[in-house]
């Protein structure tokens, strides 16, 4: 399976130039059963991003722009009454699909994004008492634009906590966004983008992924970075035991990435910080000194030590 994965890299970075560690993280996510929050400037890639992956993995693709008056049924669905069987009948809504863009999630109200994240949850929606399982595999990425407050509903702790990892995209090196501006001169890097994989494939994947083997040592590992993220002076509120269980999935999926059956320390480290810093609230103290999440993680990382595990554990 890694001459697959490497091909959907490839193929997604012909279109998502000079971003190779943020693509490679959400397929981590993809493989682990997550979801993805990307939070950066409008123009970065975001939306192109969910777009290439539908194209190379083959997933049947929505995508949904989150506004103020967009409403529940909207992505979840709705009864709808038919007068020739007498009966109420299901009308799907945005998120029966494999991979769902939910663009700007925090421009729409609160109820409308709870409905989003059960199902992100759950894994299947309840219209009027009925529960219908959304396909598989199943994979929201959802944009927030930081810039600007005006009419933005900010998710919830508990609802952030829904969201396998936090990307940042930036703005490309200065060669990569030259050839980004010469390559959308005269088409669309997106019509390149070939198909070099399928559903079957992804969900054979994401089995082969959850079946990594972690030591124990790791669990330990992973433990003790939780315990000190809730006692860190700069962190109010520290990483919980499903964020713990995140860091697991995901230092998994790192481990299968790089072509092994066995996790080590350091696939635990490189997924760390993108797992737990959207998961952490601040101190007052933390927030008055500019403080950032990522550098608080990072000292969070320095001071456990990392153990000598492998695959002889």
């Not at 506004?67 to 007498?86: A, H, Q």
């Not at 002076?233 to 860091?247: K, P």
């Not at 927030?287 to 320095?302: D, F, H, N, Q, R």
């Amino acid at each position: 399976m890694n001459q697959i994965i490497g091909e959907i890299r490839r193929e997604v970075g012909k279109v998502i130039l000079g971003k190779d560690d943020a693509i490679a993280k959400v397929l981590m996510a993809m493989l682990s059963g997550g979801h993805v929050l990307l939070e950066d400037v409008p123009g970065t890639g975001k939306t192109t991003l969910a777009l290439s992956f539908s194209k190379a993995l083959g997933l049947d693709y929505k995508r949904i722009q989150f506004t103020s008056d967009t409403v529940p049924s909207d992505v979840i669905g709705f009864s709808l009454y038919n007068k020739e069987t007498k009966e109420f009948e299901y009308v799907k809504g945005a998120v029966m699909c494999n991979l769902l863009l939910a663009d700007e999630i925090n421009r729409t109200s609160s109820k409308t994004q709870s409905a989003l994240l059960e199902v992100m949850e759950e894994g299947h929606v309840t219209v009027d008492g009925r529960a219908h399982d959304v396909p598989q595999p199943f994979t929201v990425i959802a944009t927030q634009n930081p810039v600007g407050s005006a009419g933005t509903q900010l998710l919830p702790q508990a609802q952030l906590d829904r969201f396998m990892i936090r990307l940042h995209l930036g703005y490309p090196e200065f060669a990569d966004e030259m050839n980004l501006l010469k390559d959308r001169h005269t088409a669309n890097p997106l019509d390149s983008v070939r198909q070099v994989a399928d559903k079957e494939a992804l969900l054979k994947m994401q089995k082969e992924a959850v079946a990594v083997h972690m030591a124990d040592s790791l669990y330990e590992y992973v433990t003790r970075l939780s315990r000190a993220t809730r006692e860190h002076a700069m962190i109010t509120l520290g990483l919980s035991s499903r964020g713990a269980l995140a860091v697991c999935r995901m230092a998994k999926a790192h481990a299968y990435m790089e072509g092994r059956d066995y996790a080590v320390p350091e696939d635990v480290a490189a997924i760390f910080a993108d797992v737990s810093g959207h998961r952490v609230i601040l101190s007052p103290k933390a927030k008055m000194t500019e403080t950032s999440a990522s550098s608080v993680i990072e000292s969070v990382l320095a001071s456990v030590p990392m153990p000598a595990a492998g695959r002889g554990e």
